[in-house]
């Protein structure tokens, strides 16, 4: 039973762009072959990929070897992607080579291999690994690209010579103008205390005086009215 991890594909079709029929290869023999084939779809991996249906210039080489084909190629791709700096859409070319053992039973090219369909050789599934395999993850539209102004978003390759913006200290200003107030909101905040600290003390001692005051009146009331009874008496 084939192994779940083995790249096989599902009977290969002898008249799809990118299967090679092995029948013609002899006992240790090799054939080499150039084809210009149309790109699958979905050969890409994040901001970049090839255009589907894009032109794909194959070298392919295949070498009979004990056990299946020994694959050789290389190919050249269009590339368009979106830079990852400025993210500006751009297009590209890279040429990438690989080898691969396809082999004509399970295991013969480990787990994770790739096998014959018969004489049919399907080159796609090593094609697509090795492709994708070599697109960068952050492409760029020009090695030194510049990449985007960090505070209005214009692209610096595009603005004046000398773009910039002042300096306005950005969160730290903030925070040192918080600084600095402050000394002054607690410094109002102590006057504002004394003050009312005063203007409680006066109250009380208004309000005590008042008392003070009609004590002695009513003091003064009583010695008179102590007074009168003993005059009365002596009478």
């Known amino acids: ?19 090679f029929d092995t029948r013609t290869l002899g006992s240790a023999s090799a054939r080499s072959e150039a084809r210009t084939v149309p790109a699958p779809a979905d ?8 255009p589907a249906g894009s032109d794909l210039e194959l070298d392919v080489q295949l070498e009979e070897v004990t056990g299946g084909v020994l694959v050789t190629a290389s190919v050249t791709a269009q590339l368009a992607g979106e830079c990852a700096r400025c993210l500006d859409e751009f297009t590209s070319v890279t040429k990438v080579r690989f080898r691969e053992l396809f082999a004509d039973e399970v295991g013969g090219s480990g787990d ?3 096998l014959l369909d018969g004489d049919l050789l399907d080159l796609e599934s090593a094609l697509r690994d090795a492709v994708v ?6 492409p760029l539209c020009a090695a030194d690209c510049p990449g985007l102004c960090s505070k209005c978003g214009v692209r610096l390759a595009d603005a004046e010579p000398g773009h910039g913006h002042p300096d306005d200290g950005g969160v730290w200003a903030v ?10 909101r607690l410094a109002e905040a102590g006057t504002a205390g004394a003050m009312t600290s005063g203007t409680e003390t006066s109250g009380t001692e208004t309000a005590r005086t008042g008392t003070v005051g009609q004590n002695g009146q009513q ?17």
């Open 43 to 50: 050969l890409g991996a994040g901001m970049i990929h090839v």
């Open 1 to 19: 039973m084939p192994n779940a991890n083995t790249k096989r594909a599902k009977r290969a079709d002898p008249r799809a762009p990118l299967v």
């Open 219 to 235: 003091d003064a009331a009583s010695s008179d009215g102590a007074t009168g009874p003993v005059d009365t008496q002596e009478r």
């Open 175 to 184: 925070l040192a103008v918080l600084k600095d107030s402050v000394p002054g």
């Open 112 to 114: 994770d291999g790739y």
């Open 133 to 138: 395999l070599e697109l960068p993850l952050s």
